[in-house]
């Protein structure tokens, strides 16, 4: 049974030195931790050597950061075999970068656009921009250049499998730019895309072009290794196909996913039981491995212990394939700020009682 973690470069130390990730792994262990999810894939540079990044962005490694001079994925691999642990890198940025980063600054003409032109879409009821832009999966050196990202780590490490997460996505106010709208012309017989970008058919439309490049991704992994795992943790399904156009439902009915691990973020435990019980919840779980991904805190957002437990218990009580916390420090940190206030072992062994989701995978 699954019980994973997602391991980040943002508010947690444990990936900056090989000695940090020694502790880390075995202190998952220690509670039947059987999975991890490294991120290699973040604010438009990878975490481990990558020509292809290199290519595309002048720096085969995040600049200026813990990982120059090391190859953290490879360091991962080899602490986590004799702990029978599962090696799954996580691509947690998606089609996601930052608007000053190499890869946006140097290739504008690769970012989609929302209808006035602008690469940042906007965010909530505040009318606040996002602060990222969007790589468009409907041109073809972006699909290549995924493509590549994603197999080059298939094909130098001997990884379980790759995961993408929510950020795979084509935000529903985007693909207004010239090369998106033309596709979208050759698609529906010249016909000009809606204005409304909450229509049915722009989203049809838009889920459409990002399931082909999802399929274009499946292709490159399983052609390099047919035994390579495609993880997905996408958002709950209304909201992940209307906003993100990341129709997961499709994707599973399709076979291009192996493992589902769905992000439900919810304090309430009725929310989190509504979310479990899903009509596309229960026809995935019932093709493939099915998980739930849990909030066990930010850095500004504690999670408290008994909130963790209950949704832990629920999980394991409706039989799902497992589950995966988000994300390693709040897992060990009922607190971050101003002071960090730990969760001692005994309630964590409470929380995930090792005969809980404790077998090796």
Known sequence: ?????????????VMNS????????????????????????QRGYTLHP????????????LPNSPFIG???????????????????????YGLMVPPQSTIARQNKDLLTLDINNNPQRVQGTNGELDPNVWLNPCHHRVRKFMVDLITEVVRKYPVAGIQLDDHFCFPQELGYDKVSQLLFQQHNFGEVAPIEHDSEIWIEWGAERLTELLRQIVSGVKSVRRDCIVSISPNPLAFSRSRYLADWQRWQEL?????????????????????????????ARAKIPTSIGILAGLKTRPTASSIIKEQVATISAQQFSGLACFFYETLFHEQLV????SRTQSQLLDIFAPNVYSEPI
Request: glycine residues 4%; neutral net charge; charged residues 25%.
């Open 70 to 92: 090391r190859d953290v994925l490879t360091e991962i691999i080899e602490l986590a075999r004799p702990l029978k642990m599962r090696v799954i890198p996580w691509f947690e």
């Open 50 to 61: 990558s020509e292809v990044a290199k290519q595309w962005t002048g720096s085969a490694i």
């Open 255 to 283: 076979g291009l996913m192996d493992e589902l691990v769905l992000q439900v973020y919810r304090d309430r435990l009725e929310a989190f039981e509504l979310e479990l019980s899903k009509p596309e919840v229960l026809a």
């Open 338 to 341: 101003p002071n960090r206030l």
């Open 18 to 41: 090989r000695k940090n990730l020694a502790e880390g792994m075995q202190r998952l262990a220690a509670i039947g931790f059987n999975t991890i999810y490294p991120v290699v894939w």
């Open 1 to 13: 049974m699954l019980k994973a973690v997602w391991l980040t470069n943002i508010d947690s130390q």
